[in-house]
């Protein structure tokens, strides 16, 4: 395939708040497991809007969910993903003269994602307003090779400058949600989910930061490591749930100062003791050269296009959109049986990290057929969760079966709205058709019988309990099928086809 197929940039580029809250989204960094919005490092200037958040598939606190009436069977709690330590921020000073797009002249600019390597890059040629000029490159990504690893690197270029660089990376423990009351997608308020302990500096001198949710009983820790490529002084300061490090060097015309910061966050999900596993983990990434883990993106993401390629006739922008689709598809999907895929992906907090039927229906037949291996974990993850749907069921009044939530993160109904919500009963027959599908593309017997079969039985329980007889036919009442806008209606065509 042409690799230009596998590039999606913007050229200079708008600084309209609007554009860049757009441009968070579209250059995100995801591996399935994290995901990290992009925003600038350096922030924008008062007065403009950011939805700056890092995440973890997966890891998420209980909020209240309000009805007009808690009547029986609606759900009273949701479990939201949670945005975590705020691991991406890197101020620049030239001479005393802060790098800000806002400021001074950008003669020149791009975002670029790259599908091949697995990278975003932000590009800026930029006069300050005294008149130093320097080439700023921003090189981000999420590994997949080693899943909890996010590094950025942060080269600056002098072009007619001698004197001071100057460079800030903070690590920020205490963060929200982002809400709007007015978007039914997102939360309408944010609560302070995340509790954060008290930032401090190894012995190794990489910044760590554990925050405790406030429901859940669940922990994370982010670690921050450094690294300069030439002699610095340097000052480190750790206050509150926040800590910095400091760097000043020389720089003259045509000469390159790169700064690398690793960041790794480890959830207690995975991880029972994360603050020991991040160190740890941290320590395996920082002792690499960044290139190493260039090299093993690039190693995944090959592998990845050579069994998942679509080609379209024609190509250009048409084959450039399906595979940003794809792309996202990747760095979106769940690496391990604790997560599945959120209905904004990692890139946000739309839809506050929910799992859907999409998954199963439009999502997993793709990495069926691809990477076998992530429908697996697909169908491993509603295992996990069985427990949890038979609960379910018995709360809205089923005596035996299963009936696995509309819309949830670790199994319990976190819809809002019963009749176009938890009343989509389809979606017992969307995961067991997956599973059908899954044994007849890989003839794994042995996982059916781990774990697909159970759910195959639980969900055949189910529809004989929510349905009944009459006249000889077998009927299921009341409930919603894939239209969302035609709701709790009898015998609804597709419902009943699955659950044949």
Known sequence: MNQENRIYEVKNFSLKNDSLLLYETLF????????????????YPAGFQSIRG?????????????QAENLCGLATEKQTMLNVAD???????????????????VLASVRRLDMAKGVTERRVLWRSPAGREAEIDIVRMASFSLLPLFTIEYRVKSVDFSGKLEFRSSHIGRVKNYCAPGDPRVAGEAPQYLTPGQASFSPQGCSV????????????????????????????????????????????????????????????????????AALEILARAAVRPLGEWYRLQEEYLRDFWETGEVSLQGGGELSR????????????????????????????????????????????????LTKPEIAKNLIAYRFLTLDAARQNARILGHAKGALYPWRTIMGKECSGYFPSGSAQYHIDGDIAYSIVNYYLVTKDLDFIAECGAEILF??????????????????ICCVTGPDEYTCLVNNNYYTNLMAR
């Open 28 to 43: 995100h960094n995801a591996n399935g497991y994290l995901g990290v919005r992009s925003s600038f490092e350096e922030g």
């Open 54 to 66: 890092q995440y973890i598939n997966g890891f998420y606190d209980f909020a209240e969910m309000k």
């Open 87 to 105: 691991t991406q921020g890197i101020t620049v000073k030239l001479g005393g003269e802060p790098f800000s797009m806002f400021t001074g002249t």
């Open 209 to 276: 930061v554990t925050s405790r949710t406030s429901k859940s009983g669940l922990f994370v820790t982010s670690a921050v490591q450094n690294r300069l490529s030439k002699p610095a002084s340097a000052r480190r300061e750790a206050r509150g749930s926040s800590a910095w490090e400091e760097f000043a060097a020389e720089i003259k015309p045509g000469e390159q100062v790169t700064l690398t910061k690793y960041a790794v966050l480890c959830d207690s999900v995975r991880y029972p003791d994360c603050r020991r």
């Open 321 to 368: 959109a399906i595979n940003y689709n794809l792309y996202e598809l990747v760095q979106s999907v769940g690496k391990d049986p604790h997560c599945a895929i959120a209905a904004k992906g990692l890139s946000g907090e739309g839809y506050e990290g929910h799992y859907f039927w999409d998954t199963e229906m439009y999502i997993e037949p793709y990495f069926l």
């Open 458 to 475: 639980e969900t055949a329980r189910l529809w004989l309990d929510a349905g009944n007889y009459q006249n000889g036919k077998f009927q």
